[in-house]
């Protein structure tokens, strides 16, 4: 008997056996294994992108299309941190392979890498379905997250954004899709002026804590969170979740 004379439940206890990247290999074998694969794979739900893992790939944009489109219908949460100094066209193959796949993505974590418009254009279609975002420490300017926000109806419930020293806080300008936001972490974005969000606090009628720690307008401005009994907190409380990580 040859392996592909094997029931599917057989194949499922065999394939069980080999790891992720392995499986990622067996995948493009044939359509069968692929299935069989997919099927594994696929139980996937929360996954973290090792940079490490990637970079030194000479075939990496095949084998982010393969992660992608083997987790990415089922994938709930993505969290990746590449690094200020990173690969453009990597950043760029991640960026679109979320958007493309991952249409079913709840949580979504990028840290520390420097994202663009030309990155935030394509994320902008996952808007619909996301309730956590957290763009820590991104580089990001007012005017490429301003776009972004306001490009499509928002499912977030959380929106972190701490450690971007750039954003002054024109990006709540006409921003009024925030009707689900309930906690905003703007921390450590030192040059933010919060009197800039006085016009947005009136349509985020379900925002209960914002977190404006270390702004430098924070004193002279910080009574109008006191309006509807908003708090301000000291951190955002992000849901704890325990990532894959392929090695």
């Not at 044939?30 to 997919?38: A, E, P, S, V």
């Not at 619909?128 to 005017?143: A, K, V």
């Not at 750039?166 to 905003?184: C, R, Y």
């Not at 307008?217 to 908003?230: S, Y």
Request: with cysteine; charged share 25%.
């Amino acid at each position: 008997m040859e392996l592909l004379d094997l029931d599917e439940d057989s194949l499922m206890e065999i394939f069980s056996y080999f790891c992720f990247n392995e499986l990622l290999l067996l995948s493009s074998v044939n359509k069968r294994f692929l299935y069989i694969c997919q099927r594994h794979l696929r139980k996937i739900r929360y996954f973290e992108l090792d940079y490490r893992s990637v970079v030194g790939r000479d075939n990496f944009p095949e084998y982010l299309r393969n992660v992608f489109t083997s987790l990415g219908p089922t994938m709930e949460a993505f969290r990746f941190s590449g690094g200020y100094i990173m690969n453009e066209t990597l950043k760029q193959h991640i960026v679109d392979n979320l958007a493309a796949h991952c249409t079913n993505l709840r949580h979504l974590t990028i840290n520390y890498t420097i994202l663009t418009e030309q990155h935030l254009r394509p994320l902008a279609v996952l808007l619909s379905t996301l309730e956590h975002l957290d763009l820590g420490r991104c580089d990001l300017t007012d005017e490429s997250l301003g776009e972004f926000l306001r490009s499509q109806p928002l499912a977030l419930r959380t929106l972190a954004i701490p450690g971007n020293p750039n954003l002054l806080g024109k990006f709540f300008h006409d921003w009024t899709t925030a009707n689900q936001l309930e906690q905003l972490d703007l921390s450590c974005c030192f040059s933010l002026n919060v009197q800039e969000m006085e016009e947005f606090l009136k349509h985020a009628k379900r925002l209960h804590a914002v977190d404006v720690t270390k702004s430098l307008w924070l004193e002279r401005n910080k009574d109008i969170f006191q309006k509807d009994g908003r708090a301000i907190t000291m951190g955002t409380n992000l849901p704890l979740l325990e990532y894959y990580k392929a090695g």
